[in-house]
């Protein structure tokens, strides 16, 4: 498992060239892409395309290749195979047969982000995409609500805005970082916090590049809370929004846990309304 470039073609280990040139057969996500690396490096080979639609077909040739006692690497379009990237069934399956595999390490953007954005990096999980649709997205930042460690998030360009809103709706205003284009020309790096780096990214059109987003753990102190400022916006907004909505509105203008601002939206609307 080959780790290559996020982007400066130079990030490539004098390890991962040299596998990259000697092995016996070199699978590669996408032969083009692999092929301008391997040029830039004075690499000329014949390559084999291993993706996932081709993954069961490819899967039985590497299956093949092996038991001929033949060497097999396997490289992604970029960084590290695996993360976000195929071959996992593969590893799985391999392993599973008996051969071994070894890493050759090398970049990841995960690991890049987390490197420069200035957030804690003792503990961390990598949460790759986030689903594109608002509920799904919604549904599984809630699962990563009470993790004790920095998230890390790869997202498509166009959608980074409204996945930081939705982030910061849900966890509260953390501190975060937007890590773009990484190693590229263009690289650049936001800190800020979620909600108003979330303001700066919807309101920037045509964002192009890759990107990562990077959020602060869970604050171990307990937030002060100010009950009657928490009051007072939850009541403005009850009065136009349902409970659930208007408890993320205030969780998120608060930076407070939405399920806190939750709590006490329901409270005051059974206290308004004995009924509801
Ligand atoms: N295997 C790759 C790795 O090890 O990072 C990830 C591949 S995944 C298909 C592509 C996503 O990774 C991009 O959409 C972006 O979120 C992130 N990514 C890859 N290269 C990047 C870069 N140079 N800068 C920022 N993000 C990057």
Redesign the pocket.
């Known amino acids: 498992m080959v780790a290559t470039p ?2 400066n073609a130079r990030d490539i280990t004098l390890r991962a060239l040299e596998v990259l040139a000697s092995v016996d057969t070199l699978y590669a996500e996408d032969t083009r892409v692999t092929g301008k690396l391997l040029a830039l490096h004075a690499i000329s080979r014949s390559m084999k395309s291993y993706r996932d639609h081709n993954a069961a077909f490819a899967g039985g040739q590497i299956r093949k290749d092996l038991e001929q006692n033949r060497s097999v690497a396997l490289v ?1 379009d ?3 195979p695996l ?3 195929p071959g996992e069934n593969l590893v799985a399956q391999v392993i599973a047969q008996g051969f071994p595999v070894f890493p050759i390490p090398g970049p ?3 690991v890049a982000a987390l490197t420069a954005a200035g957030l804690p990096a003792d503990r961390f999980f990598f949460a790759g995409f986030l689903p594109t649709k608002p509920n799904e997205r919604r549904r599984t930042i809630r699962e990563f609500e009470v993790i004790p460690g920095t998230l890390i998030f ?3 360009p166009g959608r980074v805005g409204e996945a930081l809103a939705d982030l910061a709706s849900i966890l509260g205003d953390r501190p975060a970082a937007v ?6 020309i263009h690289e650049e790096f936001r800190r800020g916090t979620l909600s108003n780096l979330a303001d700066y990214y919807q309101t920037t059109p045509n964002l192009k590049g ?3 987003i990077v959020v602060a753990p869970p604050s171990t102190s307990a937030p002060t809370l100010d009950v009657a400022s928490l009051d007072q916006r939850l009541t403005a907004k009850l009065a136009v929004h349902p409970v659930k909505d208007a408890a993320a509105i205030v969780a998120a203008e608060l930076g407070i846990p939405r399920r806190v601002a939750y709590a006490r939206a329901l409270e005051l609307k059974k206290a308004n309304d004995p009924r509801a």
């Open positions: 996020i982007g992604s970029a960084g590290t993360i976000s990237d990841t953007a995960a790869y997202e498509a890590a773009r284009e990484l190693t590229k890759e990107i990562v």
